[in-house]
């Protein structure tokens, strides 16, 4: 999964799609960004709303957290400008 933009320019809503065995999954990331920790939230239709836990950045590397189903999630993406 990529998110298209720098990562000093991610605070705000961004949504994301990728391909899961039955279709495609849509989710919502409302990010809030201080340096390098980011903090916000996640929305699903499939899970509900997660909150984003050891959120980071580095460089264009985004690390995330949250518990989906009570189980620990976490997704690690690069970011690049579109």
Do not use: Y
Not at 18 to 24: I, L
Not at 56 to 72: M, P, V, Y
Not at 76 to 82: C, I, N, P
């Amino acid at each position: 999964m990529a998110i298209g933009c720098m990562a000093a320019d991610i605070d705000g809503s961004w949504t994301a799609s990728a391909e899961g065995p039955n279709g495609q999954v849509t989710r919502e990331f409302h990010f809030k960004s201080e340096g390098s920790k980011l903090t916000g939230k996640t929305v699903s239709s499939f899970a509900g709303e997660s909150v984003i836990e050891n959120g980071k950045i580095d460089g264009n590397k985004l690390t995330i957290g949250f518990e989906k189903a009570g189980e620990k999630r976490v997704i690690a993406s690069f970011v690049e400008k579109a």
